[in-house]
T-cell receptor, first 114, second 115 residues
Framework: EAQVTQNPRYLITVTGKKLTVTCSQNMNHEYMSWYRQDPGLGLRQIYYSMNVEVTDKGDVPEGYKVSRKEKRNFPLILESPSPNQTSLYFC?????????????FGSGTQLSVL | AQKITQTQPGMFVQEKEAVTLDCTYDTSDPSYGLFWYKQPSSGEMIFLIYQGSYDQQNATEGRYSLNFQKARKSANLVISASQLGDSAMYFCAMRLNFGNEKLTFGTGTRLTIIP
């Protein structure tokens, strides 16, 4: 089954404790991206990657890191989480091409930073 | 920069009635795609429908149709014969070709279907 898998689904942590949210897709997609969703703001892009070893900042990259060592994986790293990073996070992937491909989303990770 | 505007924070609609969710967009790029996603209370993002900027016909997918008015820069979602399971948050989004390829989202409309 074609899917984007995020883990964990829920995460509660404390300020300053490094954490990683994993994302993996099995569709051989070149493009992967992280979004955060906050009430009244919709979804905002954090980082994206157009291919292996190619990553770039989105609209709200501060406080986050990513890596793309393999095509299928795109982990999101919070080196020193803060309460303002409490949010619902989505990983997404798609093909890149002449047609505008829809993004496939993971199930989301609800993060609470105390 | 591109922008998506959804002006209806919430809507209540009687079951079996049709509903229109508004979406306007702003971009100077001639090539773009418009998407609608549904987010039920469980949280996942479900793709509903897509409209390309060069498509001549309005997109349809089952009970969903997209009323695309290019000159007005609007891309309203129409749900026919609404069902209780349609209660959810609905997001309009736009994607430009080349470069980032990111989706720019609106702030969403929470639709509640009343029995």
């Amino acid at each position: 089954e074609a899917q984007v898998t995020q883990n964990p689904r829920y995460l509660i942590t404390v300020t300053g404790k490094k954490l990683t949210v994993t994302c993996s897709q099995n569709m051989n997609h070149e493009y992967m991206s992280w979004y955060r969703q906050d009430p009244g703001l919709g979804l905002r892009q954090i980082y994206y990657s157009m291919n292996v070893e190619v990553t770039d900042k989105g609209d709200v990259p501060e406080g986050y890191k990513v890596s793309r060592k393999e095509k299928r994986n795109f982990p999101l790293i919070l080196e020193s989480p803060s309460p303002n990073q409490t949010s619902l996070y989505f990983c997404a992937s798609s093909l890149i091409g002449g047609d505008l491909e829809k993004l496939f989303f993971g199930s989301g990770t609800q993060l609470s930073v105390l | 920069a591109q922008k998506i505007t959804q002006t209806q924070p919430g809507m209540f609609v009687q079951e079996k009635e049709a509903v229109t969710l508004d979406c306007t967009y702003d971009t100077s790029d001639p090539s773009y795609g418009l998407f609608w996603y549904k987010q039920p209370s469980s949280g996942e993002m479900i793709f509903l429908i897509y409209q390309g900027s060069y498509d001549q016909q309005n997109a349809t997918e089952g009970r969903y149709s997209l009323n695309f008015q290019k000159a007005r820069k609007s891309a309203n979602l129409v749900i026919s014969a609404s069902q209780l399971g349609d209660s959810a948050m609905y997001f309009c989004a736009m994607r430009l070709n080349f470069g980032n390829e990111k989706l720019t989202f609106g702030t969403g409309t929470r639709l509640t279907i009343i029995p």
